[in-house]
């Protein structure tokens, strides 16, 4: 089992940024894929980013290039979310996710690619 718990959610206004975090614990950390979902009021619940088990490699949604910055430091068992220029339409509640692998390089999009699931965090963008 691995534990998720994020935090740096919070109030922002358009154009500010944020940084999310999200502190591991249980089983070794550095062997989990990580990712961060989202999900916005009356809206299905979408991809953000993932990063592979060795911080190697990065993958985001489209729309999200460029502004979001997801890293993770294996030392501390944390994974990061940098959010900047933030918008209106980033208004979500914020989860990380973990799945086990032995891939250090693999990452993953798909929400049934993790078993692991915090408890979200609230982001809020005021215009």
């Known amino acids: 089992q691995v534990q998720l718990v994020e935090s740096g959610g919070g109030l922002v206004q358009a154009g500010g940024s944020l940084r999310l975090s999200c502190a591991a614990s249980?089983?070794?950390?550095?062997?989990?894929?990580m990712g961060w979902f989202r999900q916005a009021p009356r809206k299905e619940r979408e991809f953000v980013a993932a990063?592979?088990?060795?911080?190697?490699?990065?993958n985001y949604a489209d729309d999200l290039k460029g502004r979001f910055t997801i890293s993770r430091d294996n030392a501390k068992n944390t994974v990061y979310l940098q959010m900047n220029s933030l918008k209106p339409d980033d208004t979500a509640v914020y989860y990380c996710?973990?799945?086990?692998?032995?891939?250090?390089?693999?990452?993953?999009?798909?929400?049934?690619?993790?078993?692991?699931w915090g408890q979200g965090t609230q982001v809020t963008v005021s215009s």
């Open positions: 996710t973990a799945r086990p692998t032995q891939y250090v390089s693999s990452i993953y999009s798909q929400q049934s690619d993790y078993p692991y």
């Open positions: 990063v592979s088990s060795s911080g190697g490699a990065t």
């Open positions: 249980g089983r070794t950390y550095s062997n989990f894929a």
